[in-house]
Antibody, heavy 120, light 109 residues
Framework: EVQLVESGGGFVQPGGSLRLSCVGS????????MTWVRQAPGKGLEWVAN????????YYVDSLKGRVTISRDNAKNSVYLQMNGLRDVDTAVYYC?????????????WGQGTTVTVSS | QSALTQPASVSGSPGQSITISCTGT?????????VSWYQQHPGKAPKLMIS???DRPSGVSSRFSGSKSGNAASLTISGLQADDEADYYC??????????FGGGTKVTV
């Protein structure tokens, strides 16, 4: 079964840091671009970042540039999102997703999400 | 990058057809044929319904179809069913090599 499982979410104080992880299984992880998308409570989806197959290309939403870093370890079938200087507006469910192999910037497999809560 | 514009809500009766619009700009929807649509039920992860404007992934019902004209894209759901009640989001690749989502549309059956 093709699956993505996120972890690393939790409660963090403003200004703090978190590293989210996502492990893929059931497919050849190194062959796919990977993406992070977040969703604030009661709000819509927001694309955060993506990374190419070998980690040489990374793209970020303008509003988070400088505060987040996406990376991957294909030996561990994992993609990560390092988030620094967290603010209350970063409170959201963070989804890891696989980019569809035969489409452009479309995500065909999603994890269940991990919740990040930024609060003092 | 501003979010794409979608109506907040659309409703229809079982068996009817509805269309959800998604309006962008010449830097995203108007420039690229890389528009996708996602369905999200409450508390669940999004599900890809349409990619590259009008392509249906394997397993997605043929009742879902997509199109694009100029800076606007559309998702049509025909033969509306109770399980179609969900939030729907469009997305588009942009000229800055990023992805932008629409604000979401709540479909009520």
């Amino acid at each position: 079964e093709v699956q993505l499982v996120e972890s690393g979410g939790g409660f963090v104080q403003p200004g703090g840091s978190l590293r989210l992880s996502c492990v893929g299984s059931g497919f050849t992880f190194r062959s796919y671009w990977m993406t992070w998308v977040r969703q604030a409570p009661g709000k819509g989806l927001e694309w955060v970042a993506n990374i190419d197959r070998d980690g040489s290309e990374r793209y970020y939403v303008d509003s988070l540039k400088g505060r987040v870093t996406i990376s991957r370890d294909n030996a561990k079938n994992s993609v990560y999102l390092q988030m620094n200087g967290l603010r209350d507006v970063d409170t959201a469910v963070y989804y890891c997703a696989r980019d569809a192999p035969d489409a452009y910037y479309a995500m065909d497999v999603w994890g269940q999400g991990t919740t990040v809560t930024v609060s003092s | 990058q501003s979010a794409l514009t979608q109506p907040a809500s659309v409703s229809g009766s079982p068996g009817q057809s509805i269309t959800i619009s998604c309006t962008g700009t010449s830097s995203d929807v108007g420039r690229y044929s890389y528009v996708s649509w996602y369905q999200q039920h409450p508390g669940k992860a999004p599900k890809l319904m349409i990619s590259d404007v009008s392509d249906r992934p394997s397993g997605v019902s043929s009742r879902f179809s997509g199109s694009k004209s100029g800076n606007a894209a559309s998702l049509t759901i025909s033969g509306l069913q109770a399980d179609d009640e969900a939030d729907y989001y469009c997305s588009s690749y942009t000229s800055t090599t990023t992805l932008v989502f629409g604000g979401g549309t709540k479909v009520t059956v």
